[in-house]
C-alpha cells in the first residue's frame, strides 16, 4: 500500500511540473514585447506577413515600391533628359539622391548603399529583388518620425487596438501632407513645378497611389484589417495640430550631412521637433 501511494505520489507530483512548465511556457508567449530604447528604420518587410501584408504587397506595386529602380542607368531616360541629368548615368550611389529614392538613408539602421564599409566589413543593404525593402520609399519615410522600431512593437503588443497618443510618442507621425513635402517638393529636388507640370504636388491625387490595398485581400490576410482605423480618424494627434518640421541636408564632400536644428527628433534630448 506504502509503495503504491509513493508510486501514485510520483505520478502526481511529475504531472504537476508538467503543468506548471506549460503554464510558464503559456506566460512567456503572452509576454509583452520590450520597446527599443531608440527609434531606428527596420524596412517594410517587418510590415509584411502577419500584420500589414495587403498593404506591403500594394506598396511593392506602387511607385514608391520602385523609387530605387529609378535611379538606375537607362531609367526613365525623357524625365532626366528633362531636369538635365544624364539618363546613363548610376545615381544608385549618389548622396542628394539616395535620401529620397531610399529609407531611412543616413539616418539609424536605414539603407546603405553598396560598397559600404565599417571596420573592414561591408554593411551594405542586402537587396532582394523578389522582396523590395529599405532601397525603395518604404512604410517608415511617411509614417514615422526617424524610424518605426518602437512604435511597431505598440503596434504588436497591443494587437492594433492603440490611441493616436501611443505610437506617436514614439515617432509615429499622422501629418502625412506635410511629410510628403519631404522629397516631393523639397528645395534640393531637381523636378520643380517651373520644369514642367506634372511636378505640381497635389497630396489628395497622390495619396491614391501608395497602397490600393482593397485588391490585394484574401483568406489568408483577412484578419489583418484594421478594425480600430474608423476610431483613430475621430482622434486628432499632436502632428496633425503641429506638423513636425523637415529635415534639411547639404552635401559635402561626397556625403549628404543633415542639418541638426532641422530634424523632427532629437536624439540627445529624445524629443520631437514641431514646426512653430
Given at each position: 500500500?506504502?509503495k503504491?501511494f509513493?508510486?501514485?505520489?510520483?505520478?502526481?507530483?511529475?504531472?504537476?511540473i508538467i503543468?506548471?512548465?506549460?503554464g510558464?511556457?503559456?506566460?512567456?508567449k503572452k509576454?509583452?514585447?520590450k520597446?527599443?530604447?531608440?527609434p531606428?528604420?527596420?524596412?517594410?518587410?517587418?510590415c509584411?506577413?502577419?500584420c500589414?501584408?495587403?498593404?506591403?504587397?500594394?506598396w511593392?506595386?506602387s511607385?514608391h515600391?520602385?523609387?530605387?529602380n529609378?535611379?538606375?542607368?537607362?531609367?526613365?531616360?525623357?524625365a532626366?533628359?528633362?531636369v538635365?541629368?544624364?539618363?546613363?548615368?548610376d545615381?544608385?550611389?549618389?548622396?542628394?539622391?539616395l535620401?529620397c529614392h531610399?529609407?531611412g538613408?543616413?539616418q539609424?539602421?536605414?539603407?546603405?548603399p553598396?560598397?559600404?564599409?565599417?571596420?573592414?566589413?561591408?554593411?551594405?543593404t542586402?537587396?532582394d529583388?523578389e522582396?523590395?525593402n529599405l532601397?525603395?520609399?518604404?512604410?517608415e519615410?511617411?509614417h514615422?518620425?526617424a524610424?518605426g522600431?518602437?512604435?511597431?512593437?505598440?503596434?504588436?503588443n497591443?494587437?492594433?487596438?492603440?490611441?493616436?497618443?501611443e505610437?506617436e510618442?514614439?515617432?509615429?507621425?499622422w501629418d502625412y501632407?506635410?511629410?510628403?513635402?519631404?522629397?516631393?517638393?523639397h528645395?534640393?529636388?531637381?523636378?520643380?513645378?517651373d520644369?514642367?507640370d506634372?511636378y505640381?504636388?497635389?497630396f489628395?491625387?497622390?495619396?491614391?497611389k501608395?497602397?490600393?490595398?482593397d485588391?490585394?485581400?484574401?483568406?489568408?490576410?483577412?484578419d489583418?484589417?484594421?478594425e480600430?482605423l474608423?476610431?483613430?480618424t475621430?482622434?486628432?494627434s499632436?502632428?496633425?495640430?503641429?506638423p513636425?518640421v523637415?529635415e534639411?541636408?547639404?552635401?559635402?564632400?561626397?556625403k549628404?550631412?543633415?542639418?541638426g536644428k532641422?530634424m523632427?527628433?532629437?536624439?540627445?534630448?529624445?524629443?520631437f521637433?514641431?514646426?512653430?
Amino acid at each position: 500500500m506504502g509503495k503504491t501511494f509513493k508510486f501514485l505520489s510520483l505520478i502526481l507530483f511529475s504531472f504537476a511540473i508538467i503543468i506548471s512548465a506549460a503554464g510558464d511556457a503559456d506566460a512567456k508567449k503572452k509576454k509583452k514585447k520590450k520597446i527599443p530604447k531608440s527609434p531606428s528604420y527596420v524596412g517594410a518587410v517587418k510590415c509584411n506577413g502577419s500584420c500589414h501584408d495587403s498593404y506591403y504587397q500594394a506598396w511593392v506595386k506602387s511607385p514608391h515600391g520602385n523609387t530605387y529602380n529609378l535611379l538606375k542607368p537607362g531609367v526613365r531616360e525623357k524625365a532626366k533628359k528633362r531636369v538635365k541629368l544624364d539618363p546613363q548615368k548610376d545615381y544608385t550611389s549618389t548622396p542628394l539622391c539616395l535620401r529620397c529614392h531610399t529609407t531611412g538613408y543616413r539616418q539609424k539602421g536605414g539603407f546603405k548603399p553598396a560598397g559600404t564599409m565599417h571596420k573592414g566589413k561591408d554593411r551594405s543593404t542586402k537587396i532582394d529583388p523578389e522582396e523590395p525593402n529599405l532601397e525603395q520609399v518604404g512604410c517608415e519615410m511617411c509614417h514615422s518620425v526617424a524610424g518605426g522600431s518602437q512604435f511597431r512593437v505598440v503596434m504588436k503588443n497591443t494587437k492594433g487596438d492603440f490611441k493616436k497618443a501611443e505610437t506617436e510618442k514614439y515617432g509615429q507621425r499622422w501629418d502625412y501632407a506635410n511629410v510628403c513635402t519631404r522629397c516631393h517638393t523639397h528645395k534640393k529636388t531637381p523636378f520643380k513645378p517651373d520644369v514642367h507640370d506634372k511636378y505640381k504636388f497635389n497630396f489628395e491625387e497622390r495619396k491614391l497611389k501608395v497602397h490600393d490595398k482593397d485588391k490585394y485581400w484574401n483568406e489568408d490576410n483577412e484578419d489583418q484589417k484594421l478594425e480600430k482605423l474608423k476610431d483613430r480618424t475621430k482622434e486628432v494627434s499632436v502632428s496633425e495640430k503641429t506638423p513636425l518640421v523637415i529635415e534639411d541636408f547639404a552635401v559635402k564632400k561626397g556625403k549628404l550631412l543633415f542639418k541638426g536644428k532641422s530634424m523632427p527628433y532629437n536624439k540627445k534630448k529624445k524629443s520631437f521637433n514641431y514646426k512653430k
